[in-house]
């Protein structure tokens, strides 16, 4: 009896056991769309920290809702006013203060939310010190796929995707074989231009880009979306994390975005995984995985769905598809160029420096250029990626 | 290195042992589907038994092609026929002669291709004598599903499916929680009057009904389909095999049968299972699993099917469905009076003597008259059949 009593009280402490949070990149579209989920699941998560780029308006918010033990902040003049606003609570600066909360002891989890692959450097720190990572930041992989799976596997570590697509061929796999898989497949909506004729490419304004038909995202993602480029970095992505030969991912047009991704076994048995699009539903499975809670998701009446539709890619108005599977042929570094190249000019597609229709043309240059390193070490990487910034700059205003 | 070598023998002799399968129903459509699936993977199985109800022709040539060691025929006359054929092959008789080949020792698995209730006998042999057991025979879980899942505990047997429907739900489950499931939704192609109206269904011939638009079946099963019993037969053997409540159980026309059924846990998430409609892929899974391997069925193509869509259910023209889901609620031996009675009057539609519109009128009226028994055991089931077919026939005498 004595026994038995222990038994429960320590199955209670395991069980009941809130898990320490951190949401890098907070003030973001997925930042506060995990914030939301971790509000639905107050019993299980305690936020820990929060991190912004530079919006300390939202930031300050956050902080008050949900009292985190630390804060970090990038820029300089940010960190200055939230320490007057906050003058107990501990706060940290640039980079270095995302490892330093990425390593605490008492953090559990954390959420890579950050846009741009600087988001390697706490991921990596995380993986480090034990942390379970769930990852939605797509361009840390995309440029760092090799090292960062090396460093998961030689960790033992905990890695879980965010992005829609990478959590239902995660749902779909379900620690199945992988070498039953004849491919993956991942589903595109195509984005606002699916339907649009060629010629009609050249008049596409900032507004029409940003304006994705079925997701609710940032900026940046939008326009990647609009080129596919997303697309692009999601087939690099999900080679690296399902370590899956990058002929075997295909991509399909899917314009409802009810199918998130597909994979096809060798029987030819196809698994699909469906939901209304909403990105709190990947966050959670990232958050609460082997485990399910409900959500504050709808539901999927398929029967109000009505059809879904199936389209191929027209590679001629969306080339961008292709530089991704090229860049996981050709290796090395890169995957990286192409990610910090494009991070540059659909930068200046939004500040209005470059027609939507020379994006790919910029990249292609860029490729073109790069001087390939193989295997590359981390520094390499960097290295290429500061190459490809600049050089995409200065491309764009000799056009 | 001795034990090394001895360790890499014992492998080897695991790994490549052949299963002695038997199929019972051999001669029928799932039958004969199955041998074909066998012939793929002569590797893996051996045809051990086959067994027909009275189609002596097309047991011959099986017999010639795949050499079982034990025949097992129903009838009598073709008993005769093959003895005389086969003078040295062992050949059985009856549901005995059924039961005996299922208890066999040299046997591994059973496939139960037969059809109607009766195939719960041979069905019971091949659990209780630690078979493993791939089910098709949907009648014999539904009338005896109680009796049947108990005595699967009860020996720690394995049964698997191989309906498309509960192969699909089970690939979607693959070892999840069942407590995680909201919902569990069957497709149904909705058989070949999906868009019949109403008032046309009295001029529907046995011609009209036996053509499914998407599946190639046995007459009995297409008839079934186009009335929607076939489904309504698929919830209760769902609600059986998976242990779901009923009302967690629903079913959506799919015109195409592209997505062969689906399961939507808590979180809002939707799994689904797809290919090209063709029974060989839901048999290799069920003989085969957990393992998969390449098959002979087409690999499916979501641009050329073009879309997949989704209707609800007119429970006004296809009043059987609903028979179903309450004859599961009333429970004890109404699902096998529901099932024995459809067996009847399916029969009488196909020989003439019922018109199909009357198929779902007779069986409300054999319900209505049921006493029902509740938990009943297995002779009070079979009583209960045999009184609905007498009392089904002798109805539609009277009409």
Known sequence: MHRCRVNVILWFLENVKM??????????????????????????FKVYGLTANRNVEKLREQIKKFNPEIVVIIEETGYKELKKDFPNLKILRGIEGLCELAGESRLDTVVNAIVGSSGIYPTLEAIKNGKKVAIANKEAIVAYGEILMEEISRNNATLLPIDSEVVAVHQCLHNRNVEDVKSIILTASGGPFINVHKEDFKSISVRDAVSHPTWKMGKKISVDSATLMNKGFEVIETHFFFRVGIDKIKVVIHPQSIIHSMVEFLDGSILAQMSVPDMRLPIQYGLTFPERFPSRVEFCNLVEVEKLE??????????CLGLAYSAVEDGGTVPAV??????????????GNLPFTEIPEVLVHILKNHRKVDRP????IVQSEKWAKTATLNFIRQK
């Open 310 to 319: 199936f389209k191929s890619v027209d590679s001629d108005r969306f080339p």
């Open 338 to 351: 192409l990610n910090a190249a494009d991070e540059v000019a659909v930068d200046q597609f939004l500040t």
């Open 377 to 380: 070490t981390f520094d390499e």
């Open 19 to 44: 898990e320490n949070i951190a949401i890098l990149g907070s003030t973001g579209s997925i930042g506060t769309q995990t914030l939301d989920v971790v509000s639905s699941l107050k019993d299980r």
